[in-house]
Each structure stands twice: as C-alpha cells, then as structure tokens.
C-alpha cells in the first residue's frame, strides 16, 4: 500500500487504516453504521474523502470517552454529505456535546474526589458507611449508588 501524501484528496481504505490509525475492519463496521461513507472506483475499489479522517478521529474519540455510537452517528448526520465541513459545520457538532461532555466530566471528576466516600450503592462496606447510609436507607431512593446519582443532573446511563 502506498502511503498517502498531505495533497491527496481521496484515500483508499488501507490508506485511511493507516493515516487514522483504526483497523480496516473497523472502519468497514464505520461505513456499514453509516458513521463514514465512500464512493466506488470503476474496480470497486473504496475511495474516502480526506475529511473521513477528521469524522475517524472524532469517532474513536468520542468512544474513548463512552459516547454511544448511536449518539455520534446522530451528530455526525449534521454535517454535509457531499462536501468538506467547514468549521462553522465542526461548531455545530461540537455545540451538540457540550452538555453531554461537561456532565462526563463533572462526573469522572467526582469519581476522582470523592470515591473514598460512601457513594450510598448499598454495599455498607465502608467503615463510615454505617453513618453515612445507615441500614442501606438510601436504597429505598432506588438502584445504584444514590449519593452520586443525585448530585447529577441526568441520572443513570
Ligand atoms: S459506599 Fe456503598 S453504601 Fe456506602
């Protein structure tokens, strides 16, 4: 395979493997998800455009941080089919995470302050926990570790 210069506009998938760092059979799995698209050669051959790359690296970094491939695929129809996003289309797709992004981080932030303290799961396996959730009564809010899901807005994922 030859390796793709910065001037090609259109790579083929094994160019695209290699510049993006993503395995072909995943982006196959992209492409069959509607995440990417392609046009065929007259041999039948995959040709992306450049801009995949872009759409590539949002993908596997959006599930690095566990957004649902169904939620990027919804963001990513945002943007315009048959042409090279601009920034202002790049804007309009960040603006969608924002919320989901900034609650991400308020909680893996809470994770990282205060998970040495009784989150309310029901376990009483923490030896303050006897005070801090007496016979599990937080349990009777519902499933799932209470102290935490309470100071979230959006609640279980
Ligand atoms: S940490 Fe589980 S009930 Fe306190």
Request: proline fraction near 4%; glycine fraction near 6%.
């Amino acid at each position: 395979m030859e390796e793709a210069t910065w001037d090609q506009t259109e790579l083929s998938v094994g160019q695209l493997a290699q510049r993006s760092g993503v395995a072909v059979s995943a982006l196959h799995f992209y492409e069959r998800q509607n995440l990417i698209t392609s046009r065929r050669t007259a041999g039948n051959q995959r040709r992306y455009r450049r801009d995949t790359l872009r759409r590539v690296a949002m993908i596997r970094i959006a599930q690095r941080v566990g957004i649902p491939l169904s939620q990027v695929s919804a963001v990513l129809s945002l943007l315009p089919d048959r042409r090279t996003p601009t920034r202002k289309d790049w804007e309009r797709v960040s603006a969608c995470w924002q919320a989901d992004l900034d609650e991400r981080i308020r909680q893996l932030q809470q994770l990282r302050d205060d998970f040495t303290d009784c989150v309310g799961c029901g376990c009483l396996s923490i030896d303050r926990c006897r005070m801090a959730n007496p016979h599990d009564e937080l349990g009777t809010q519902g499933p799932g570790p209470r102290r935490l899901l309470t100071r979230t807005s959006s609640g279980p994922r």
